[in-house]
């Protein structure tokens, strides 16, 4: 008796939560999914597939727990906020500059609509937010506001990740292009945007091609992915180094490894208290060499030695059930984003899927900003107006 009315009391306040879905939000209960039975219709057999089990027009809130309401706020939409079908304008390396309003990004490298590759380097573009707010403002629909490209140096070639502002500057990871190297480089936010290399090689020996850069939370120490998916794409040489995270102190220079054994390390960050650090191996993308879904989409974490700061203990975090997790982000909270094959993924603390921004593509990467969460989707990219707020990304 006192069990049914518990369930009864339980099953209330969920109903309660729900009810205070965000416009267009759709809640996948997972106990209505356990069992499918073997008449089911609908099995997922490629991972490039989104699950979308209720069939609704993207893009949506998908919701797999209550919590994530906590995190969209009861009035969260997703809208596009521009838009060029025929080029990969929007694939990585998003910052967001508070003081100027405006979110830097690049283009895709190598890969689909990148239009670079061996002979032609990728573009690095910016979105004012200032104009994207107005025009959302003007309108209940989509935008399409102008990106402006810079123009940045030669020694600049492919970028791909990227965080700040770093004491003022854009921090971007190139990956290299031919036989020019990858390289950790500040660029000036402002024009003509000035651009200076502070690292570009592992004791004389060419990185294979940089993923992903993030600071360690207090301190100016850069940690960085080096997958090979420059050789994989078709504009590096074939990889020389294992595919590693890497620790850098520009203090003294001093660059050493801090975890191996990854396919393809790509995104990284760590938690708000830095204690502990996650990585995303993207091995099921393999580039010319094709699809493995038997290799990881998965999130790894790690504990920070707190002396080292080397990556200790490693331990699943999470595995994406559709495409590989990219570029990963953290809230105030510590809940963990990461752009996947149909959407944004966000896990609670604990590892939990509690709720996705479905796109139904690819969508590597994303970032907090004044106006919500900003998704780039190669061609696309759009914000969703969400209450939770990024932890600070500036040094």
């Not at 209550?66 to 995190?71: A, N, R, T, Y």
């Not at 200032?130 to 492919?158: F, K, P, R, Y």
């Not at 495409?323 to 909270?333: L, M, N, S, V, Y």
């Amino acid at each position: 008796m006192i069990k049914s009315v518990v369930d009864a009391i339980l099953a209330a306040a969920s109903y309660t939560t729900l009810t205070a879905l965000p416009p267009g939000a759709v809640y996948i209960d997972p106990l209505l999914y356990n069992v499918v039975g073997a008449n089911y219709t609908e099995w997922r057999n490629s991972s490039a597939i989104g699950f979308n089990p209720t069939n609704t027009t993207p893009p949506f809130v998908q919701v797999f727990d209550p919590s994530f309401l906590d995190i969209t706020g009861p009035s969260a939409t997703i809208r596009k906020i521009a838009s060029n079908p025929g080029f990969a304008f929007a694939h990585e390396a998003p910052i967001y500059v508070p003081d100027l309003n405006l979110v830097f990004f690049a283009s895709n490298a190598g890969g689909a609509l990148g239009y670079s590759g061996w002979y032609n380097n990728s573009v690095v573009s910016m979105i004012n937010m200032t104009e994207v707010d107005m025009a959302l403002d003007s309108t209940t629909g989509d935008v399409n506001i102008q990106v402006h490209t810079l123009n940045l140096s030669d020694t600049v070639q492919m970028v791909n990740g990227g965080t700040g502002p770093y004491k003022g500057d854009l921090l971007f990871v190139t990956s290299g292009r031919a036989l020019l190297p990858p390289s950790i480089v500040r660029v000036n936010p402002n024009p003509p945007y000035n651009d200076t290399v502070i690292l570009d090689n592992f004791l004389g020996r060419q990185f294979n091609s940089l993923n992903d850069i993030k600071i360690l939370p207090g301190t100016d120490i850069m940690f960085f992915t080096d997958p090979a998916y420059g050789w994989l794409n078709g504009f590096r040489p074939e990889p020389m180094l294992p595919s590693q995270v890497y620790r850098f102190d520009p203090s003294t220079g001093q660059v050493r490894v801090v975890a191996d054994q990854f396919v393809h390390p790509n995104g990284i960050a760590f938690a708000p208290n830095g204690k502990t650090a996650y990585i995303t191996d993207t091995g099921v993308s393999g580039g010319f060499l094709g699809t493995n879904q038997t290799f990881p989409a998965t999130v790894y974490q790690f504990d920070v030695d707190p002396t080292t700061q080397s990556f200790a203990n490693r331990r699943v975090f999470a595995y994406a059930d559709s495409g590989a997790p990219d570029g990963i982000q953290f809230d105030t909270e510590g809940n963990v984003y990461a752009g996947c094959g149909d959407g944004i993924h966000v896990w609670n603390g604990e590892g939990t899927l509690i709720g996705k921004f479905y796109i139904n593509s690819t969508t590597a990467e994303l970032i907090f900003t004044n106006s919500g969460l900003v998704i780039l989707e190669e061609t696309a990219m759009y914000v969703t107006n969400i209450q939770a707020h990024g932890m600070t990304l500036a040094t």
